[in-house]
């Protein structure tokens, strides 16, 4: 048997998406009203995306908050010294 994949025909399923840089969520319902596929039962779903990971957002805040307290906790205590054992 030879099959020609596991992917269901193009007259059965045909998808994408569109990535807009829009002012708000009303502009992007605009546009998206104007695909043409609705006509035909087309369904458009409008989802919004975050410009920057809100975990990366919070680390960036928290490392700018406290750098200042880290500079100092490292004049007042530096490292350990990594020492070589070998030449001793």
Do not use: W
């Not at 998206?32 to 975990?55: F, H, M, N, T, W």
């Not at 805040?61 to 906790?73: Q, T």
Request: with cysteine; glycine share 6%.
């Amino acid at each position: 048997m030879i099959a020609d994949g596991p992917f269901a025909e193009s007259k059965e399923a045909i998808g994408g998406y569109f990535y807009i840089t829009v002012a708000d969520e009303n502009e992007a319902i605009e546009i998206a009203k104007q695909c043409p596929g609705l006509e035909y039962g087309s369904v458009v779903e409008v989802r919004p995306v975050a410009d920057v990971c809100s975990i990366k957002e919070r680390a960036e805040e928290y490392s700018a908050r406290f750098a200042g307290a880290r500079s100092l906790d490292r004049r007042l205590h530096p490292p350990p010294v990594d020492v070589d054992r070998s030449l001793a």
